[in-house]
């Protein structure tokens, strides 16, 4: 199966600041079918992100995704409050479909 | 109103049973695949099971497979994942999603998850 592995762990910075979540395969992620999703505390995960760079109904344009074959990332351009979350990849190019361990973006 | 609501979690000793059931509503239900997506405690994410929109097709991760079954009742608008032989490590919370793309298994709705416990 293939692994996602997400860098870094915990990211801190403040509001207005740009992330960049980094997520990199074991192997390359057939026709780039990776997906970005956020999640709160105690709440379900949110697709933000389909086909690499795809925006999910609803996401802001302030969130974009890039990458291809084993290196994708996620760009949060101004973080908003809302934002600081955990943000996880998924690949689902081949079965089973994976989840890396997720980039914590917290309050500096 | 949420899409997809989860229940049947609960407490549970090793080696028994609980089966999971998901409601759905505000989409066709039955004209797409549907999911369990597992997070064990501090962990990532987990894909478990899928199924597809008529119930005919099902797919198993490894770690589940042979203990537990997926299935749908498309007249309910109702997903279950049933659990046997439970282990201490399946303790997670359960969540159901809604597969966005036939034969793509990203997942766009999910819903609030279901705790599972599994404790002597």
């Known amino acids: 199966e293939i692994v996602l592995t997400q860098s870094p762990g915990t990211l801190s910075l403040s509001p207005g600041e740009r992330a960049t979540f980094s997520c990199r395969a074991s192997q390359s992620v057939s026709s780039n079918n990776l997906a970005w999703y956020q999640q709160k505390p105690g709440q379900a995960p949110r697709l933000l992100i389909s086909?690499?760079?795809s925006r999910a109904t609803g996401i802001p344009d302030r969130f974009s995704g890039s990458g291809s074959g084993t290196d994708f990332t996620l760009t949060i351009s101004r973080l908003e409050p809302e934002d600081f979350a955990v943000y996880s990849c998924?690949?689902?190019?081949?079965?089973?479909?994976?989840f890396g361990l997720g980039t914590k973006v917290e309050v500096k | 109103e949420a899409p997809l609501l989860e229940s049947g979690g609960g407490l549970v000793q090793p080696g028994g049973s609980l089966r999971l059931a998901c409601a759905a509503s505000?989409?066709?239900?039955?004209?797409?695949?549907m999911s369990w997506v597992r997070q064990a405690p501090g962990k990532g994410l987990e894909w478990l099971s899928s199924i597809s929109d008529s119930g005919g097709e099902t797919f198993y991760a490894d770690s589940v497979k042979g203990r537990f079954t997926i299935s749908r009742d498309n007249s309910k608008n109702t997903l279950f994942l049933q659990m046997n032989s439970l282990r201490v490590e399946d303790t997670a919370v359960y969540y159901c999603?809604?597969?966005?793309?036939?034969?793509?298994?990203?997942?766009?709705?999910w819903g609030q998850g279901t705790l599972v416990t599994v404790s002597s």
């Open positions: 086909g690499a760079s």
């Open positions: 998924q690949q689902y190019g081949s079965t089973p479909p994976t």
């Open positions: 505000g989409f066709s239900f039955s004209s797409h695949g």
């Open positions: 999603a809604k597969i966005g793309r036939r034969g793509f298994w990203y997942f766009d709705y």
